[in-house]
């Protein structure tokens, strides 16, 4: 017999070998019966978004109310161990928006989708509420209630418990985490939506009247937790965005956030309240992220703590564990242009420019006009040298604020440093004249300044910075404009007044 015929052809083999491998699955299968039972299950962790309830009241001013409740469910949810919330930001998206449950549940990377209307008649609330798979936008629970106002909050629980309940099919860990406190009025609450509602508007007017909302529904009930944070969240954004000077803002915003905590230590959002005072005021690096971590853990779902823990991380320049927190946030938040802003300045501060633009765009594509998108981009152009471009973005916020010190700053400073010492001179007096009118900060004098070489002026306003306790000096160690600057003598001694790591 020749070498050759001591084998099988090839096709014979691979024959061969499928029967054996069949024949022993089944002998196998047969003698160890328990195998299949043995197998360990996947963790799968389940994860919803909220859409706004429809307000199908008679009175379209109640959409507050519906926004609020809307607000409170995905709150309550939030605190459900095991399930991703997405944040409201990004569910809000789809308020009064022709969609499907499919593209919605796409676009939030959920699972599931809680949709429903709330109508108010008299003293009466009804909701009805649809829990929907998005795979195959089949209904999983429908809910109808008829309630009592002052019902509303055992109506918002049997809400809750219904949905955790179907959703324990799914999950394999479903248990309700620390519950934060509950108003004991219908009609403080009721002042609370009202506040939350302006707070989630952003415009000085709106911050300033959700803290008369907030402090409205404390006078009814002086154990309202949230009500506290709510105000701290609302200096906290007045002083950020130098609408008000910050010594009129960030120690109101102190003692509303400790008040809150004293009341209710499981709130999140007072203790991540702290974080950003400790953060942008106070400049104590250790409690700010030790407050930011504490408001991640009573509420791992909660969007805005990873967003201000990863300014900080940014500051720090610990860039990349920044992008990691950014990243979360950016999965709780998918379509919050906030967020993909946020963490292009964190980009921005790392100098890496270009994909600090990529990721403006991303959020410019969310919302064309979100103001602090196009503050990042322009600094990002400038960054580069595209000066042109970068006024372009700078006047497109001016277009629409213009007193605002923080856009006039940016632009005062490109004209100066691109030669236009005419048009940069033109800002600087018009912000010196408006500081006789309004608060204007003296960093943003100080970046015009600088814009036009002036170093004694430069460092006189940064001491005024200082003295005013500018948010904007966590930035000085990072902010690429100022590198110019930093052989002076004067400009270390402000990096180590602020007490910035080295």
Not at 162 to 179: C, D, H, M, P
Not at 217 to 244: E, H, K, Q, R
Not at 306 to 316: N, R, V
Request: proline content about 4%; some cysteine.
């Amino acid at each position: 017999m020749t070498r050759n015929k001591l084998f099988l052809k090839p096709g014979l083999v691979i024959v061969f070998l499928i029967v054996v491998a069949i024949t022993g699955y089944f002998i196998f299968s047969k003698l160890n019966p328990v195998i299949k039972e043995k197998k360990e299950p996947v963790n799968i962790v389940q994860s919803i978004a909220v859409l706004p309830f429809a307000n199908i009241s008679k009175d379209s001013s109640q959409e507050y109310f519906s926004d609020g409740l809307t607000d409170g469910i995905q709150n309550s949810l939030a605190h459900l161990k095991g399930l991703k919330v997405c944040a409201r930001t990004s569910s809000f998206e789809f308020k009064k928006k022709n969609f499907s449950i499919r593209e919605a549940g796409k676009k939030l990377s959920v699972r599931t989708i809680l949709e429903g209307s709330v109508q108010i008649e008299g003293d009466r609330v009804i909701i009805t509420a649809n829990l929907v798979n998005v795979a195959d936008s089949l209904t999983l629970w429908s809910g109808k209630y008829d309630e009592n106002m002052d019902n509303i909050f055992a109506l918002q629980d049997k809400i809750i418990n219904a949905i955790a309940e179907k959703l324990s099919i799914t999950l394999l860990q479903n248990e309700s985490g620390t519950e934060t406190k509950r108003p004991t009025s219908a009609a403080a609450y009721k002042l609370y939506l009202k506040g939350r509602s302006s707070l989630n508007k952003r415009t000085p007017p709106e911050l300033k009247k959700g803290i008369d909302f907030f402090t409205e529904a404390i006078a009814i009930d002086t154990s309202y937790a949230a009500a506290y944070a709510g105000i701290a969240d609302c200096y906290n954004a007045l002083g950020y965005g130098s609408y008000v000077a910050p010594k009129d803002a960030f120690p109101k915003a102190l003692e509303a956030a400790t008040r809150a905590v004293k009341l209710d230590a499981t709130l999140a959002e007072p203790h991540a309240s702290l974080g950003f005072y400790n953060f942008y005021y106070q400049w104590d690096w250790d409690a700010a992220e030790q407050e930011f971590r504490t408001a991640i853990a009573l509420n791992p779902n909660y969007e805005l703590a990873y967003d201000w823990y990863g300014y900080y991380l940014t500051a720090m320049e610990r860039f990349g564990e920044a992008e990691v927190i950014f990243r979360k946030a950016a999965e709780l938040d998918p379509l919050s242009a906030p967020v993909y802003t946020d963490m292009g300045f964190s980009f921005y501060y790392g100098r890496n420019y270009d994909s600090a633009i990529k990721k403006l765009e991303q959020s410019l594509q969310i919302n064309s006009e979100y103001p602090l998108a196009h503050i990042w981009l322009g600094r990002c152009f400038q960054a580069k040298k595209m000066y042109p471009e970068a006024i372009a973005e700078f006047k497109r916020i001016l277009a629409s604020a213009p007193h605002w010190s923080v856009a006039m700053a940016q632009i005062g400073n490109v004209y100066g440093v691109s030669g236009d010492k005419i048009n940069s001179q033109n800002v600087l007096d018009t912000m010196i004249l408006l500081s006789q009118k309004q608060f204007v900060t003296a960093y943003g004098v100080a970046l015009v300044y600088a814009g036009l070489d002036e170093k004694d002026n430069v460092f006189k306003w940064l001491d005024q910075a200082y003295e005013e306790r500018s948010n904007w000096l966590v930035w000085v160690k990072s902010d690429p404009r100022w590198i110019p600057f930093q052989s002076d003598k004067r400009y270390a001694e402000l990096v180590n007044k602020v007490g910035l790591p080295r």
